[in-house]
Nanobody, 122 residues
Framework: VQLQASGGGLVQAGGSLRLSCAAS????????MGWFRQAPGKEREFVGR????????YYADSVKGRFTISRDNAKNTVYLQMNSLKPEDTAVYYC????????????????WGQGTQVTVSS
């Protein structure tokens, strides 16, 4: 499975960004797709995940109600819509794929995209 994340950038607090993760390879739709983030000096943190087949989602408490994960089967792409952004959301965001359920731990993931920087200014 190959993953390509994009869409990061600089945004003011309260603004929005949408990240994309394009997936390719064999049988990638059997995977759970997760989003993680890592701020400088901090450990990688789970943000949320979605499964391709039933689009079941699950979010970290820190982003619940502000972030939404969705997928477009026709484009083989998973999205992370981020609203009401806060300075503490600043991090490198990664998409990843796993066959493990529920897929809330970074150690469960086998495949990772390259990361995209999100910076939220106050």
């Amino acid at each position: 499975v190959q993953l390509q994340a994009s869409g990061g950038g600089l945004v003011q607090a309260g603004g929005s960004l949408r990240l994309s993760c394009a997936a390719s390879g064999r049988n990638f739709r059997r995977y759970v797709m997760g989003w993680f983030r890592q701020a400088p000096g901090k450990e990688r943190e789970f943000v949320g995940r979605i499964d391709w087949s039933e689009a079941r989602t699950y979010y970290a408490d820190s982003v619940k109600g502000r972030f939404t994960i969705s997928r477009d089967n026709a484009k083989n792409t998973v999205y992370l819509q981020m609203n009401s952004l806060k300075p503490e959301d600043t991090a490198v965001y990664y998409c990843a794929a796993t066959t493990m359920w529920p897929g809330t731990r970074s150690g469960d993931y086998n495949y990772w995209g390259q990361g995209t920087q999100v910076t939220v200014s106050s």
